[in-house]
C-alpha cells in the first residue's frame, strides 16, 4: 500500500524504523534484588513440607474422599438414571469414540476417513427432479406408529425471525419499519410466560435496537437471555454469505459481532443459524468449530442432495474436513430437509397442511394467506384435537427423516413477529396444541417451544444413551450415532434447474471494492498496532484513540456487506448504494488514518492538531462509491523530491515491482539511503479508442519492504549522479496511417501475425488480430497452450441470483482492434483494445510479465483490467 508526499518531500529519513519503534530494556550491573532474605523458620518449614510431600498430600485426599461419602452417599451406576418401566430394552451407547487410523495403515495424502463426501453425493445423484407429490421434491413420507413406543417424540418448536441487513430496503428502512419492532415484540411476549422462547442472529440490528432501547427493556432482554427464553444464535455481525466472502471478512463480522455480545450482554454463542445462505462452505464450518461453535444448522442445500440424505436418515452429520486426518475440526449439523425455512415447510413434509399452522396468515395480518386454499384458524376446545392431531402427523413424518427422536421445528419467516397480536396469535395456538399433546400419554410425544441450545441438547443426551450409529459407521468422536461428511454444498438449487450461481459474479465492481477495503482495513489494524505497542512518544496513542470510532465502523460496514444479500449482488439498487456509500466513506477515512500515522511513526507529526491535513496521499483514491480508483499522479518539479511511502503488513519481506503514476518521464527512483534504483518509465494506458495514451507516465521499479515495515522511496527530478528512468520500447497496431507515438518513447509499426513478451522463465505468444494470449513458453521447453477467448452468454431467465444461459458463450472480439506492446527491463506488456459489434467496445484488457529477479511477480503472468 503505497503513499506519496504532496508537499517537503525532500526531507531525508531512514528506512529502518520499526527497529527504533521496539522498547528495549537492560538491567544495571549495579541493581540489587527487591526480595528480601528469607528467614532460618521459613527455610525450615519449606524443606519439611517438601521431605513429606508425599505423606502430606495421601493424608489430605483420604480425608477429601470421606467427606464426599458422607456428604453425597455412594454413587448410583450411571445406567441407573435412565431405567423406565414402560420402556423397550434400549442399547446403551458404549464409549466407542472414533480413531482415527494409524499413519501406518492409511494414505496420509487422501486426509480425512469420512463415510459421505459430498463428491460421492453429487456423482451419485441423478438429478431427476421427480414429483413426490405433496412433498414435491421428495416422496410420500409415512410411518407405522410404533418408531415412538420406547422413546417418544421430544417437539422443539423454535420461533424465529430472519431479517435482513438490507435486501429490499436499507438496513436502516428495515430498522425503522420492521426489526425494531421486532425486538419490542419479543421482550415483551416473552415476558408473559415462561415457557416462551425465541432465537435471534442478527447483531447489527440487535446493536441498532440496544442503542435505542431503554434501560428497563435493556434489562428484560438481558434476564431472558440468562433464564434461556432467548438465545442469540451465530452472535454474528450479520448471517454472511459463504461462496464470496473471503474468510478474513467472514472471521472480522463474527468478531464484531460476538465482541459487541460479550461486551454488552456477556453470551458467547455456541450454535449457529445459517437457513439463508445460498449454499454452504466447509471454510465456514472449520471457522464455527475452531471460534467454539459445537453445533450449526444449514438448510438452503441441492434439493436432491436434501432428498438424498433424507432418504438414508443422514440429514444430521458430522461436518469434517476433507485434509483432517485427525477430526479436529469437526462440528455437528442439522441440515433442514424441505424446500424453505417458511413455516409451511418446516413443520413437515405437507406444506398445505403446515400452513394452516401459521396463525400469522389469519384474518387481520399483513401476510398473505395459504396458496394451497386451506388456511388457519383459531385453536379453541371444540377443534384443539383434531388440529393437534393433525399437526402431530407432521411432526411424527418429520421425525421419520432423521435418526434419534428428537425433533427440530423453527416457527418462523422473514420479519417475523413484527407485533405484540402477532407474536401473541402464535404463542397462544400453539401453546394450547402442545398442552393437549403433551398431557395425553398415549401419544408418546412431547412438544413445546425451545431454542437451538434445548434442542441440541436433548438430541445429543439421547444419542449418549442410545447407538444410532450404522455398521461400519466412521462417525466422530465427539458425538456418537452420526455419520460423517467432508466437502461443500454448492451450486445450490432449489427446485428444477435453478441453479443459484449468478450471484457469484453479480455486481462485480462492490465485490471488488469489498476487497479492498478487507486489505485497507487490514493494513490500518496492523499499523494502529505498531502505533499502542512500540511507538513511545505520546502522539502515537492520541492518534489512535481519537480514531477508534472510525475503525469500529469501518469494521461493522465491512461486516455489514458480508451480508448475504450485500456481497451476493442480490440487494435492490438503492440498498446497493447505501452499501456502497458505507464503504466508500470507511475507505476514506482508513486512508486518512493511515496518512497521518505514516507521519507519526516517521517523527513527522508531533503535537499538530487531528484537524491538521496529512502531508501523504494515497496513491489511489476514489472521487465516489461508484467509479472505479484513479492514481494520483506525482509532480515531481526540477531540483525536488516527492517521497513514496510503501507500507508492507504480511509478516515476511516482500519484493516486488511496483508502480507509481508521474507527470513527466524524465525522473530518477531514489530509496531511503538516497541510493540510485534502476527503475523503468511507460506511457499510461487508458480505455479510449481515439485517444489511448493519457499523456501520463507509469514508472515501474524493485522494490523491497520489510515484514510489518514502511519503505521510503524518492521520486526525484534532476538528481545528478543517477540514471534516469528507462524509456520502454513500443509496438503499435492502429487502424489509423498515422503511428501515435507519445514522447520521449521510440516507437515502431507491430508487424506479423504473432507478437511475444518474455522474462528469464516465460515467452507470451499473442494472436495480433484479436489481441488475445494464445500459448506460454516455459524455460524448459515445456508449453501451454492457452487459446484465450473473451465471449458473452445470452440469457433470458437469469438474474442477480440465477445463472440460467441459453447455451455456450458466444466470442465477441473481432479481428481489427488495437495494440500496443511494451518491452523494457522491468515490466512488459500488451495492450488490447479489441474491436467488436458495438460501436463503442466495452472492453479493453492488459497481459503484463515482469523481469524482476525473486520478486513475487515471477509467479504471475497474467493480469487483467476491463472497463
Not at 487 to 506: C, E
Not at 676 to 705: N, Y
Request: charged share 20%; glycine share 8%.
Amino acid at each position: 500500500m503505497a503513499f506519496s508526499s504532496y508537499g517537503g518531500g525532500n526531507t531525508r529519513r531512514g528506512g529502518g524504523w520499526i527497529h527504533s519503534l521496539l522498547p528495549t530494556t537492560s538491567a544495571s550491573p549495579n541493581s540489587k534484588s527487591k526480595h528480601p532474605r528469607k528467614s532460618r523458620k521459613q527455610t525450615a518449614l519449606r524443606d519439611l513440607i517438601f521431605a513429606n510431600f508425599f505423606t502430606i498430600g495421601l493424608f489430605f485426599s483420604i480425608i477429601f474422599f470421606f467427606i464426599v461419602i458422607y456428604r453425597y452417599g455412594v454413587p448410583k451406576p450411571l445406567t441407573s438414571h435412565f431405567k423406565n418401566q414402560n420402556s423397550r430394552s434400549l442399547k446403551i451407547r458404549k464409549p466407542n469414540y472414533w480413531k482415527p487410523p494409524a499413519l501406518a495403515d492409511r494414505d496420509v495424502v487422501s486426509g480425512a476417513v469420512v463415510d459421505i463426501t459430498t463428491k460421492d453425493l453429487y456423482d451419485k445423484v441423478e438429478f431427476l427432479d421427480v414429483d413426490g407429490g405433496p412433498w414435491k421434491q421428495g416422496w410420500m413420507v409415512k410411518y407405522t406408529g410404533n418408531e415412538w413406543d420406547s422413546e417418544k417424540l421430544k417437539v422443539f418448536v423454535v420461533p424465529h425471525s430472519h431479517n435482513d441487513p438490507g435486501w429490499k430496503m436499507t438496513v436502516e428502512e428495515y430498522y425503522d419499519r420492521q426489526s425494531r419492532h421486532i425486538l419490542d415484540t419479543i421482550v415483551e411476549t416473552l415476558s408473559k410466560d415462561v415457557r416462551r422462547k425465541f432465537i435471534w442472529e442478527e447483531m447489527s440490528y440487535l446493536e441498532r435496537w440496544w442503542r435505542d432501547a431503554s434501560e428497563t427493556k435493556r434489562e428484560s432482554f438481558i434476564n431472558l437471555v440468562k433464564n434461556g427464553q432467548l438465545e442469540i444464535v451465530g452472535g454474528g455481525w450479520v448471517m454472511n454469505d459463504e461462496a464470496n466472502s473471503h474468510y478474513f471478512a467472514i472471521i472480522e463480522q463474527m468478531m464484531e459481532g460476538n465482541m459487541w455480545l460479550n461486551d454488552t450482554i456477556g453470551v458467547i454463542p455456541k450454535n449457529s443459524w445459517a437457513i439463508d445462505p445460498f449454499g454452504y462452505s466447509s471454510t465456514m464450518a472449520y471457522l464455527l468449530r475452531r471460534m467454539g461453535f459445537e453445533n450449526m444448522l444449514i438448510q438452503r442445500t441441492h434439493y436432491e442432495l436434501k432428498k438424498e440424505l433424507a432418504f438414508h436418515k443422514n440429514l444430521e452429520f458430522i461436518w469434517r474436513q476433507s485434509w483432517d486426518a485427525e477430526g479436529t475440526s469437526d462440528i455437528f449439523v442439522h441440515m433442514m430437509p424441505f424446500y424453505s425455512y417458511d413455516i409451511p415447510h418446516t413443520c413437515g413434509p405437507e406444506p398445505a397442511v403446515c400452513c394452516q399452522f401459521d396463525f400469522a396468515r389469519m384474518g387481520g395480518f399483513v401476510y398473505e394467506r395459504c396458496p394451497w386454499g386451506q388456511h388457519p384458524v383459531e385453536t379453541n376446545p371444540g377443534n384443539v384435537k383434531e388440529r393437534a392431531l393433525k399437526l402431530l402427523d407432521q411432526y411424527r413424518k418429520k421425525s421419520t427423516l432423521y435418526r434419534t427422536n428428537t425433533l427440530l421445528v423453527p416457527l418462523g419467516d422473514d420479519f417475523r413477529y413484527i407485533s405484540i397480536d402477532e407474536a401473541e396469535a402464535q404463542f397462544r395456538n400453539y401453546q394450547l396444541l402442545f398442552d393437549y399433546i403433551n398431557s395425553n400419554p398415549s401419544l408418546n410425544a412431547e412438544a413445546k417451544f425451545g431454542t437451538l441450545e434445548d434442542y441440541f441438547g436433548t438430541l445429543r443426551e439421547e444419542a449418549d444413551r442410545i447407538n444410532y450409529s450404522l455398521p461400519r459407521e466412521v462417525g466422530s468422536g465427539q458425538i456418537g450415532g452420526f455419520p460423517s461428511l467432508s466437502g461443500d454444498f454448492f451450486t445450490y438449487a432449489d427446485r428444477q434447474q435453478d441453479y443459484w450461481s449468478g450471484y457469484y459474479v453479480s455486481r462485480p465492481f462492490f465485490k471488488a471494492v469489498d476487497r479492498v477495503l478487507e486489505h485497507t482495513l487490514r493494513a490500518t489494524e496492523m499499523m494502529m498496532a505498531f502505533l499502542l505497542g512500540y511507538c513511545q512518544r505520546l502522539s502515537c496513542e492520541k492518534l489512535p484513540t481519537g480514531f477508534s470510532y472510525k475503525l469500529t465502523a469501518a469494521r461493522r460496514n465491512l461486516a455489514l456487506f458480508q451480508h448475504h444479500d450485500g456481497v451476493t449482488g442480490t440487494a435492490k439498487d438503492h440498498v446497493v448504494e447505501d452499501y456502497g456509500s458505507r464503504m466508500h466513506t470507511s475507505l476514506l477515512d482508513l486512508q486518512i488514518f493511515m496518512s497521518k500515522a505514516i507521519e507519526v511513526l516517521l517523527g513527522i507529526r508531533h503535537e499538530k492538531s487531528d484537524q491538521n491535513p496529512s502531508q501523504f496521499e494515497p496513491a489511489q483514491v476514489r472521487s465516489k462509491y461508484d467509479v472505479q480508483p484513479v492514481h494520483r499522479a506525482i509532480s515531481a518539479h526540477e531540483g525536488n523530491a516527492q517521497s513514496v511511502v510503501i507500507f508492507n503488513p504480511l509478516e515476511q519481506t516482500r519484493d516486488e515491482v511496483v508502480m507509481v503514476i508521474v507527470n513527466r518521464p524524465d525522473v530518477t527512483v531514489l530509496d531511503s539511503n538516497w541510493t540510485c534504483v534502476k527503475s523503468q518509465i511507460s506511457p499510461e494506458l487508458q480505455h479510449d479508442e481515439s485517444k489511448m495514451f493519457t499523456g501520463r507516465h507509469r514508472v515501474h521499479w524493485k522494490a523491497s519492504i520489510p515484514a510489518m515495515g514502511l519503505q521510503i522511496y524518492y521520486i526525484a527530478n534532476g538528481f545528478v549522479g543517477c540514471e534516469k528512468a528507462k524509456p520502454v520500447r513500443l509496438k503499435i497496431l492502429t487502424k489509423s496511417n498515422h503511428l501515435p507515438c507519445p514522447a520521449p518513447y521510440a516507437c515502431s509499426k507491430l508487424e506479423g501475425d504473432t507478437a511475444e513478451i518474455r522474462n528469464q522463465h516465460q515467452t507470451l505468444s499473442f494472436n495480433v488480430n484479436l489481441g488475445l494470449l494464445q500459448k506460454i513458453s516455459h524455460s524448459n521447453g515445456s508449453q501451454n497452450v492457452v487459446g484465450e477467448e473473451i465471449g458473452m452468454y445470452s440469457s433470458s431467465g437469469s438474474g442477480a441470483y440465477l445463472f440460467k444461459p441459453n447455451g455456450d458463450a458466444k466470442p465477441i472480439i473481432q479481428a481489427g482492434g488495437q495494440l500496443v506492446i511494451s518491452e523494457g527491463p522491468l515490466m512488459q506488456e500488451v495492450y488490447s483494445y479489441p474491436k467488436t459489434a458495438w460501436g463503442h467496445t466495452p472492453i479493453s484488457h492488459s497481459t503484463r510479465i515482469y523481469n524482476g529477479d525473486n520478486t513475487i511477480q515471477q509467479l504471475l503472468s497474467r493480469e487483467g483490467i476491463s472497463c
